[in-house]
């Protein structure tokens, strides 16, 4: 069974600091992909960053040089570093995998989200 449950949300000022995490359940798939996706109020779900199974990442350009996403294998958790927040950032903020299954099957999943709201 693939679970993912994000966590570390919450309220804080404009220019401080947060760090989410999810923790990721997967059984013996293999991650194609992994990363972070967020969805502010009456806004489209956009990409925050992503990691591929290479180490090759991406970033929202609203984010580069505020955010780090980073991994922790041997705990199966995904990271974000969150800095210098602003009031945009305000969203709900989505752990999301890509996974491959033992049969070759590909599947995407998402975690249930974690709320960030930035106060200027």
């Known amino acids: 069974q693939v679970q993912l449950v994000e966590s570390g949300g919450g309220l804080v000022q404009a220019g401080g600091s947060l760090r989410l995490s999810c923790v990721v359940s997967?059984?013996?798939?293999?991650?194609?992909?992994i990363g972070w996706y967020r969805q502010g109020p009456g806004k489209q779900r956009e990409l925050v960053a992503v990691?591929?199974?290479?180490?090759?990442?991406i970033y929202g350009n609203s984010v580069k040089g505020r955010f780090t996403i980073s991994r922790d294998d041997a705990k199966n958790m995904l990271f974000l570093q969150m800095n210098s927040l602003k009031s945009e950032d305000t969203a709900v903020y989505y752990c999301?995998?890509?996974?491959?299954?033992?049969?070759?099957?590909?599947?995407?999943?998402w975690g249930q989200g974690t709320q960030v709201t930035v106060s200027s």
């Open positions: 999301y995998a890509n996974l491959r299954g033992d049969a070759g099957n590909i599947y995407d999943y």
């Open positions: 997967r059984s013996t798939f293999s991650i194609n992909t």
């Open positions: 990691r591929d199974s290479g180490g090759s990442t």
